[in-house]
C-alpha cells in the first residue's frame, strides 16, 4: 500500500517540477489537474507498469534495458493523450519529464519503512 501511495506522490511531483522547469511542459488549469494527472501516472505505474515490464522483457535484455526509456515515455505520452490539461510539446519535453518521473520514483523506492511488528520486535 506504501508504494502505491509513493508512486501516486512521485507522479505528482514529476508532473510539478516538470511543469515549472521543463519548457514545453504545461499544465492548464487549477490544482486539482496536477493531483489528478499525477495521482493516474502513480496507478499506471503501479498496477500497469509491471505486466509492461514483463512482456517486454525479450526487448529489454536485447536492448540492455534502454527499452525502459521507451515503455516510461510510452506511459507519460499516454497520460498526455488522455488529459488534455497536460501538454507535452515535442520529444524533448516527454524525454525531460520522463527523467524527472524516474529519478524521483527511484529515490522514493529507496525509502522502505520499517512494519510495526519489526518494532516491537
Known amino acids: 500500500m506504501t508504494k502505491l501511495?509513493?508512486?501516486?506522490?512521485?507522479?505528482?511531483?514529476?508532473?510539478?517540477?516538470?511543469d515549472k522547469y521543463v519548457p514545453g511542459v504545461e499544465i492548464v488549469g487549477e490544482l486539482k489537474y496536477l493531483l489528478i494527472i499525477g495521482g493516474i501516472l502513480g496507478l499506471i505505474n503501479y498496477f500497469v507498469k509491471p505486466l509492461l515490464?514483463?512482456?517486454?522483457?525479450?526487448?529489454?535484455?536485447?536492448?540492455?534495458?534502454?527499452?525502459?526509456?521507451?515503455?516510461?515515455?510510452?506511459?507519460?505520452?499516454?497520460?498526455?493523450?488522455?488529459?488534455?490539461?497536460?501538454?507535452?510539446?515535442?520529444?524533448?519535453?516527454?524525454?525531460?519529464?520522463?527523467?524527472?518521473?524516474?529519478v524521483i520514483s527511484f529515490f522514493l523506492g529507496l525509502y522502505k519503512p520499517k512494519k510495526a511488528l519489526e518494532k516491537e520486535l
Open 5 to 18: 501511495v509513493f508512486q501516486m506522490i512521485a507522479g505528482i511531483a514529476s508532473f510539478w517540477l516538470a
Open 53 to 102: 515490464r514483463i512482456i517486454t522483457f525479450p526487448l529489454r535484455i536485447l536492448t540492455l534495458g534502454i527499452f525502459s526509456w521507451v515503455i516510461n515515455m510510452a506511459i507519460i505520452w499516454s497520460v498526455d493523450v488522455i488529459f488534455p490539461e497536460l501538454i507535452i510539446n515535442g520529444l524533448i519535453p516527454l524525454f525531460w519529464t520522463t527523467l524527472i518521473a524516474f
